[in-house]
């Protein structure tokens, strides 16, 4: 290790790459005072401590936020053993340990070894400027623990970031006592703060320094200036300004006294120090001071009407607060008597106080309720205290002001309702003994009756509701039914008769339920469900009289079953041609009650004629059944004669009814299929004149259509519609042949061919050449044409 000595403004800066000290100027602020035994380069310790300590840089550490700065510490066993030694922070820096790499080292040094740490602190870009403490601790309790742990106590000034960077010879001072974050000073009641301000001049020149603090007002603050006492020539002495020689120190006084109105809580003002020799020069630093909270508030409550008989009380609550920070307030009152008798409001309910402010407050009370108010005496008293709740919990008075309403009794003229009301009690009491105890019974009453429906069809059966009051006072009960059906019959069945003289009879027990007073029934069924006009009678019979006290009846009409309906009936077209097939689509409303199905045609002549019948079974093979439609489409139907028709669909429900019937507005052409010959060949063509070779097949083919029709081959005869006939190209052959076709209609229609048999001329022989020489031809008879 290299040992070097420094003189004045100089260092050493241990280079870790090449193992050499190096010497590098340093700002004299880092040396306030003659260098001390805690702070000074060489640990100034007796000879008899085993351990030896340099720090590097000995006093106070400047940094900018966002920098990097490095702490050395060089440790030394001068002792005859080996020891571990401890290096570490003490825990109080907290700020310090944050900023740190790390904050504890150990060292494993022998006898006469030394080495080096290197803390690091990474100061935070919005770190806050100020001074910070922390204490260095050189601890060895294993080795020697009577020697250690040593403790050295340093600083760590974070400089504001518009602070000039200071150079060998700029001014630099330094504040006392220092702050910062974590530690500022706190102001005492009526009491101002003193801080010293020193600054050091170490430049050549007689330099004057004057102090600013431009982020308080002027009466927060009082700046003074000492008499430097210092004799020479060319330096004067003031109280506007700091003057000093080369390379001197000098004390500003600053007394911090915030005013009367100063709000509690933490400052940070920045104190800057011009120089006259570099104006541009900006010497920057701030204090953190604290004004701690003071509690005072005065509370008084003002009468405004404190005796009422029919209003409010009014009062007025007043506030002063005489603290160093707004109140917020919640205002409410509190009872101070047993019993809270009346209700309260304050105008308004939260109140905000400034320091040094006043404001005011309106309560009503409002006594309650009214039959609480006296009817004799002074009248009552009602106790109250003004209750506060603070929205930050600060304290509150002790002692909060207490008010008095006074409710005056009632007047004279007043009992007398009260009187009135109890004789009212009274005849009320007399009244329900009566009612209770003497009073006749009350005769049973009908209250309801009548169907369980309004709409009835045949096949439903009639159900009677009804519900009597008092029906412990019936004897019996009579129903009666007269009735006509729609075929003009009458019906008449006997009475049902129903015996209470025990309760409730065991057959209206399923259908009646008693409650209290009252006896409903519900679904009484009553048998009938032919289709007519009913009229069903209920009698009432008491128990203390033999006749019926009450009667009630009710018409009740069963409707037949609905007929079933033609909702729609189509065709697919208005034009057939005869043997085409109809397609026919229709909709039956109330298929349930349909039994067959016709279709009809009417010509223009009046005959009719049914042309389809189906029944329902049919239909639920081919046709969409719901409960309500019976939906059929496309149904097949063949065409009838060739004429004008108009068809009708015709529905029928029950024998002996008329059917309902859908007739089609527009009338159906039925159009005759036309005659025609498709076709007629002679081995296939069509040409009229043909000529064959002799013995040559021939094929006649031929095909008619129409209706009706008969078709004539001449000379062949009468064919079939559609036929072939073959024959053979000879002398027997005829020479025309005729195809003709009549329909039922009498239209006709003929095609022909015209044919030839050319005839070989053969070679004549020497004997044979005499001109009257016939050659005899065997006769062939012609086959027999197809169909005959």
């Not at 690091?120 to 870009?125: A, K, L, S």
């Amino acid at each position: 290790m290299v040992t070097m000595i420094f003189k004045y403004n100089s260092t050493v800066c241990h280079n870790k790459r090449n193992k050499q000290s190096l010497f590098f100027p340093l700002p004299s602020f880092l040396f306030p005072t003659p260098p001390a035994s805690p702070y000074s380069l060489f640990n100034m310790q007796n000879k008899s401590n085993p351990l030896s300590v340099i720090i590097d840089p000995p006093g106070v550490q400047p940094a900018m936020p966002g920098d990097t700065v490095e702490l050395y510490v060089v440790v030394t066993n001068q002792s005859k053993q080996g020891a571990v030694i401890d290096v570490f922070f003490d825990e109080a820096s907290e700020t310090l340990h944050q900023w740190s790499n790390s904050s504890r080292e150990s060292l494993a040094l022998g006898p006469q070894q030394s080495s080096e740490l290197t803390f690091q602190f990474n100061i935070p870009v919005d770190a806050l400027a100020g001074t910070y403490d922390y204490t260095l601790v050189i601890d060895a309790p294993e080795h020697f623990p009577e020697d250690t742990p040593i403790q050295y106590p340093r600083q760590l000034k974070v400089m504001l970031k518009e602070h000039t960077v200071v150079r060998v010879n700029d001014p630099t001072f330094s504040l006392k006592p220092a702050t910062n974050p974590s530690n500022p000073a706190i102001f005492k009641p009526k009491e101002s703060l003193q801080i010293e301000v020193m600054v050091d001049n170490r430049s050549n020149r007689v330099d004057r320094f004057r102090l600013v603090c431009p982020d308080l007002e002027d009466d927060w603050f009082t700046i003074r200036y000492p008499n430097t006492g210092v004799e020479g020539p060319g330096v004067l002495t003031g109280t506007s300004g700091l003057e000093l020689n080369p390379n001197t120190r000098g004390r500003i006084l600053l007394e911090l006294k915030p005013p009367a109105d100063a709000f509690a809580g933490s400052y940070s003002p920045t104190v800057r120090l011009y120089s006259a020799n570099s104006p541009d020069l900006v010497l920057l630093d701030l204090v953190y001071i604290q004004i701690p909270p003071i509690y005072l508030l005065d509370v008084e409550l003002h009468i405004l009407r404190e005796k009422v008989s029919n209003t409010f009380g009014l009062y007025e609550i007043k506030f002063t607060n005489r603290s160093n920070m707004p109140r917020d307030l919640k205002l409410s009152i509190k009872s101070r008597d047993e019993e809270q008798l009346y209700k309260y409001e304050c105008d308004p309910r939260r109140v905000r106080v400034l320091p040094n402010k006043s404001t005011k407050a309106n309560l009503i009370v409002k006594p309650g309720p009214w039959w609480r108010r006296p009817l004799f005496g002074s009248g009552l008293s009602l106790n109250f205290e003004v209750a506060l709740q603070d929205k930050y919990e600060y304290p509150l008075p002790e002692k909060l002001p207490e008010g008095t309403l006074l409710w005056k009794s009632r007047p004279w003229w007043q009992i007398v309702p009260f009187i009135l009301t109890l004789l009212g009690c009274v005849v009320g009491i007399v009244f329900l003994i009566w009612l209770v105890f003497l009073k006749p019974p009350a005769p049973p009453q009908l209250v309801a009756f009548s169907p369980d429906s309004i709409n009835y069809i045949e096949g439903d059966e009639i159900r009677l509701d009804w519900q009597i009051r008092n029906f412990q006072q019936i004897s019996k009960l009579e129903i009666d039914n007269q009735g006509q059906t729609n075929n003009q019959s009458q019906i008449s069945s006997p009475p049902q008769i129903f015996d209470f003289s025990k309760g409730i009879p065991d057959k209206l027990n399923k259908v009646c339920q008693a409650q209290v007073k009252f006896l409903t029934c519900s679904n009484y069924n009553t048998g009938v469900t032919q289709p007519g006009n009913y009229t069903f009678t209920l009698k009432l019979y008491t128990k203390r009289q033999n006749k019926a006290s009450y009667t009630q009846s009710i018409t009740v009409k069963i409707n037949e079953k609905p007929a079933a309906q033609v909702a729609s009936f189509q065709l697919n077209q208005n034009q057939y041609t005869s043997g085409d097939t109809m397609l026919l689509s229709w909709t039956i409303q109330n298929p349930a009650q349909l039994t067959q199905l016709k279709v009809t045609g009417k010509t223009d002549s009046g005959t009719e004629n049914v042309l389809a019948t189906y029944t329902s079974a049919q239909l639920k093979k081919s046709c969409q059944l719901t409960t309500q439609l019976l939906t059929c489409k496309n149904i097949s139907l063949s065409t009838p004669d060739p004429g004008k028709y108009t068809f009708t669909l015709q529905a029928f429900s029950q024998p002996g009814k008329p059917p309902n019937s859908f007739p089609i507005d527009s009338t159906i052409n039925i159009v005759a299929k036309p005659l025609e010959i498709i076709s007629f060949t002679l081995n296939g063509s069509q040409e009229p004149n043909i000529v064959l070779q002799p013995n040559e097949p021939v094929v006649l083919k031929w095909k008619v259509e129409g209706e009706g029709i008969s078709v004539q081959l001449t000379p062949f005869g009468t064919v079939d519609p559609s036929g072939s006939l073959n024959l053979v190209a000879n002398e027997a052959l005829p020479t025309t042949i005729q195809l003709t076709a009549t329909d039922k209609f009498g239209h006709s229609d003929s095609k022909g061919f015209s044919v030839k048999v050319s005839t070989p001329t053969p070679p004549v022989p020497n004997s044979l050449s005499s001109p009257n020489f016939v050659p005899s031809v065997p006769f062939m008879p012609s086959p027999r044409p197809n169909g005959f």
